[in-house]
């Protein structure tokens, strides 16, 4: 006596329609980011597909749209910043968690060395991914021209300097935040403020560095400025140099958490206190000011929203809709350091 199985069929699209009263094309539409829908209908769908158990399949998926169904996160910094600098893995958890709602994936990408960005332009440029969220772009990138010139469609974590117009950002408005933490650290009495800027190659070491000289006005001094690659080994060798040529500095405000910590740690070396003999404040607020001792005043960047709309700006380019760029608020967080 043999045994019989019976199988349940698969849920379709169809079912999925049926359920939520769509469209298939509707449908279609949520399954592949959610764009063009509206968020009644998209609402509609998604409790249908949890509904009836449909399960998107990627390879036809792939098959009939000559898509990927994934997208890369490239940093192109060296690979121990990937681990070293808490701004990236921020941006990392926040897009695979914005393309795990799409039922998409997220490939991790590294080119730091001319190998590593030669072997990521041939493999975007492939097709093995749908488009590019491209981190901690640089001016004059070669992989950043590469990918231009091979149409991957590409979103900007930060203003892309010198191809502002070429490709989608999202940023925060860095001469504005600026301003606003030079602000308040002269509101709070200090006046002879130093600062250490970022790479002037990078949206944050340029503009933020504008941002504090416009508010310092005639009060800005040349001598007071270095410069760091937001690490705080960095912070510490620039707030280093600031003391050699001077002890008259009453603040000191820096283009990360980073640097700032270091710029601490060379204070606490020369014999000053943080922040009775000079303040320190920071940019990001990544975890590593809140956890610091003294902890750190600094400006918030918006993690979430940021690798949310850079995962819905590339989407919107890959449907062939008009690239277009955002610009987030930051917000002041006043801790214990200034």
Do not use: K
């Not at 279609?28 to 209908?41: C, E, L, Q, T, Y």
Request: proline share 5%; charged share 25%; net charge negative.
């Amino acid at each position: 006596m043999g045994e019989t199985t019976t199988a349940r069929r698969r849920p379709t699209i169809r079912d999925v329609a049926a359920a939520a009263g769509v469209s298939r094309g509707t449908v279609s539409r949520v399954i592949n980011g959610g764009h063009w829908v509206s968020p009644d209908a998209r609402d509609a769908v998604e409790d249908a597909i949890r509904r009836t158990g449909y399960t998107a399949n990627h390879a036809a998926r792939s098959l009939a749209t000559g898509r990927a169904g994934s997208l890369a996160f490239l940093l192109t910094e060296p690979q121990h910043l990937l681990f070293a600098d808490p701004t990236f893995s921020l941006l990392l958890r926040g897009a695979a968690e914005a393309l795990a709602q799409r039922s998409m994936t997220l490939v991790l990408l590294v080119a730091g060395t001319p190998a590593e960005r030669a072997n990521v332009a041939h493999f975007v440029s492939a097709g093995h991914v749908d488009g590019v969220l491209l981190i901690s772009s640089h001016e004059s990138d070669p992989l950043l021209e590469a990918l231009l010139e091979a149409g991957v469609p590409t979103v900007s974590c930060g203003l892309p300097l010198g191809h502002q117009g070429d490709l989608a950002a999202v940023s925060v408005d860095e001469e504005g935040s600026a301003r606003a933490m030079t602000r308040y650290l002269r509101e709070q009495g200090h006046r002879r403020i130093a600062t250490i800027a970022g790479p002037d190659d990078t949206p944050g070491g340029r503009y933020r560095l504008v941002g504090f000289r416009e508010e310092m006005g005639d009060a800005f001094d040349p001598e007071l400025v270095e410069r760091g690659d937001y690490s705080a080994e960095s912070g510490l060798a620039a707030m280093t140099r600031l003391l050699e040529r001077t002890r008259d500095i009453d603040a000191v405000f820096a283009a990360s958490d980073g640097m700032a910590a270091g710029a601490v740690q060379a204070l606490a070396r020369a014999g000053l206190r943080v922040p009775e003999d000079v303040a320190v404040a920071g940019f990001d607020d990544s975890g590593l000011a809140a956890s610091h001792e003294p902890p750190l005043t600094t400006m918030r960047q918006p993690w979430d929203r940021l690798s949310g709309e850079m995962v819905t700006l590339l989407l919107e380019v890959i449907d062939g809709a008009p690239r277009r760029s955002v610009t987030l608020p930051t917000e002041l967080i006043v801790r214990d350091s200034a």
